[in-house]
């Protein structure tokens, strides 16, 4: 039996497959030249379908201002996006969704041109310590489309992502609460604003999964503001500490830091009680 070389298979694959690069390469710049709208916007979907989202959107950003008011106008659009889309520029791809909702808001592809919108920004959504910017404006995107279409099959998916992004400025905050805590009596009273920043964000986003955090954060920075003041502010702030020890703990009798929280209200309740 004859055997098989695989090295000169592969290194015949290697040389069609340059030689279809080589010839959609020609053929894109045919296209680019041509005066024939139809022919260019053919060659756009079937370069979308092969996942030539760069040729795509090239061709369409042409095509776009053209075919407004034919019949080609709304998929043209709305295909704009989706090549930008799906070659990860949710930027661009979000101002075209735009563009298609807000012209055609009862179009054929509204509903998918909402979501994608959204999704795009939550995709493109930075990490948590960045500017968030895009997180806010994608949240606003995905309400927006769950508000426009609650009966979609994407809702529960835009949902999620919406609850993902508010955890991600619940955790900004929760970083920024943790911030002025360590800075403690730095240049001024920074567990106040530990204080104010943890509550803000509790109050904001109740249902957050860094509400836990949040409200220990809390009861910490009463603690050592309390632990660090003038001795004729001590008891008061120790009952304040208490407070939020009993708040805490009604909440979660079974938090993972319940034995600091514990140690705090001893050490308070003998600054209050003597006990």
Known sequence: MRKIDFSMIKKLTIIVALACVLVGCGEYNKVMKSSDLEYKYAYAKKAFENKRYAQAYTILTDLVPVFRGTPHAEESLYLLGMSYYENKDYINAGSYFKQYYQRYPRGQYAELARFYAGYGFYLDSPDPQLDQSETIRAMEELQAFIDYFPKS??????????????DKLVLKELQNATLYYNLGNYMGNNYESAVITAQNAIKDYPYSKYKEDLEMLVLRARYREAVESVEEKKVERFRTVIDEYYSFVNDYPESRMRKEADNIFKIANKHVNGI
């Open 153 to 166: 099959d994407k809702s529960s998916i835009a949902q999620s992502a919406i609850f993902e992004l508010q």
